[in-house]
């Protein structure tokens, strides 16, 4: 059994900060991308951000230069530090995490999860 667990979610001003963290625990073998995703009311999911094992990252035009996404391969946890925050920014947060339970079995998993909001 494999749990991702997010914090850091909340309310902010615009211009504001937030720093998002998900943990993943449970039966681990390795955890290979990690991502962020994001789903505003009546908009459909988007990656926000996703990062490999080995750091390589990647992010949506629209949070490049302002979210900076990173990883602890030691705490299995993953980071969204979040600057410059728009109100179009206010979303459901969710991380995903391609995690191998074993040598030879590899499964998507997501989190629960964490509300940011952004107001104007």
């Known amino acids: 059994q494999v749990q991702l667990v997010e914090s850091g979610g909340g309310l902010v001003q615009a211009g504001g900060s937030l720093r998002l963290s998900c943990a993943a625990s449970?039966?681990?073998?390795?955890?290979?991308?990690m991502g962020w995703y994001r789903q505003a009311p009546g908009k459909q999911r988007e990656l926000v951000a996703a990062?490999?094992?080995?750091?390589?990252?990647t992010y949506a035009d629209s949070v490049k230069g302002r979210f900076t996404i990173s990883r602890d391969n030691v705490k299995n946890t993953l980071y969204l530090q979040m600057n410059s925050l728009k109100p179009e920014d206010t979303a459901v947060y969710s991380c995903?995490?391609?995690?191998?339970?074993?040598?030879?079995?590899?499964?998507?998993?997501w989190g629960q999860g964490t509300q940011v909001t952004v107001s104007s």
């Open positions: 995903n995490a391609r995690i191998k339970t074993t040598p030879l079995r590899e499964y998507d998993y």
């Open positions: 449970g039966s681990i073998f390795i955890i290979n991308t």
């Open positions: 990062i490999t094992r080995d750091g390589t990252t």
